[in-house]
């Protein structure tokens, strides 16, 4: 049995990296082809929506992503994606050690919330050693610990027609603020176990390179997905009115939006 879940991961790692590598990996003569009438982009989204369906059904909803021990942590966990969001507004927040960092929590829920990092830190915990797997090849293990985005939810109380959890983040992917990185999940894996608003990183609070004040870990995913420098949390039926509609930044640009491993 343990060999069969070893070769279904790799299997849809495999599937993932190549599906998404396909979409965005730095090839111009691809980029054409992205636009959001065009039938190659068309048919990857289905295949991601067939990929998202097959995953789940292998998985189910509350299977675990493997978890290790510290003798496995043998380097420090290296950072994805921009290492110091170019934010004026969370520069700000930096100076002060975060002390007046709010975590925003809005959308279809009962109870809108804004809570402080300490709050946060106050809340539900669970500590794991997992593993960080990056569509461009590497991964790392490291320990995160964070609240648990179930709990939370359980304080918020989500609406019946809540499909959604998009993750607002203070990291601009183009020059002069625009395109704030966003990223987002669906409700099985905003209750998942393992689904962390990590402040944590190998027992000390989370670098700034890592995604501090806090980040997202939702370890049945690839690395694209925790998206750092997390300062909004909103609950929605659908992403039409978000960006570029698809659930998240790379999804905008091509990148499949279940990245399941």
Known sequence: MSGFAISRRRFLTGASVGTA????GGCDAFDSY?????????TLERANDLSYRVQRLLQGRDA?????????????QRPNGITSPDDEAYNALLTNGFADWRLE???LVQRPLSLSL??????????QITR???VEGWSAIAQWQGARL???LDVVKPAATAKYVVFHCADPMEEGGQSPYYESIDMDDAYHEQTLLAYALNGQPLPIANGAP????VERQLGYKHAKYVMRLELVESFAHIAGGKGGYWEDQGYQWYAGI
């Open 214 to 217: 806090i980040r997202l870990r």
């Open 64 to 76: 675990l992503a493997q978890e290790f021990s510290a003798a496995d942590i043998r380097q420090p």
């Open 34 to 42: 992205l636009s959001s009438d065009s039938k190659v982009r068309q």
């Open 150 to 152: 179930s709990a939370l």
């Open 21 to 24: 590598s396909l979409a965005l």
């Open 105 to 107: 929590v809005s959308g």
């Open 118 to 127: 300490t709050q946060l830190q106050s809340m539900p915990s669970r500590t």
């Open 132 to 134: 960080h797997d990056c």
